[in-house]
């Protein structure tokens, strides 16, 4: 289910900019800003131009997003209950 929220919720995303884009813009310091280390990656800025299809773009960024973030979920937790599996219980 989270994987197809985030494909389908993906294409209603905001082409707007975001709040700090925003403030920036009205404080006259966006030009300042630099692109980071990973821009040129495959999936900077939605997956822009992966496809060149921005809908299947964003849905791909979203889906890869939703997998990476619930496989450190589950890294984690397995960690965590590991730990706990030694633990003498009374």
Request: aromatic share 0%; hydrophobic share 55%; glycine share 0%.
């Given at each position: 289910m989270t994987l197809i929220v985030?494909?389908?919720?993906s294409q209603f995303a905001s082409d707007r900019p975001d709040g700090l884009e925003y403030v920036a813009e009205q404080e006259g310091f966006?030009?300042?800003a630099r692109e980071h280390d990973l821009s040129d990656?495959?999936?900077?800025?939605y997956g822009d131009g992966l496809t060149g299809n921005s809908a299947?773009?964003?849905?791909i960024a979203g889906l890869v997003g939703v997998l990476v973030t619930l496989g450190v979920g589950w890294v984690v937790f397995r960690?965590?209950?590991?730990?706990?599996?030694g633990a003498v219980t009374h």
């Open positions: 985030a494909v389908a919720m966006a030009d300042a990656s495959a999936l900077a800025d299947v773009d964003t849905a960690l965590v209950r590991r730990r706990d599996d």
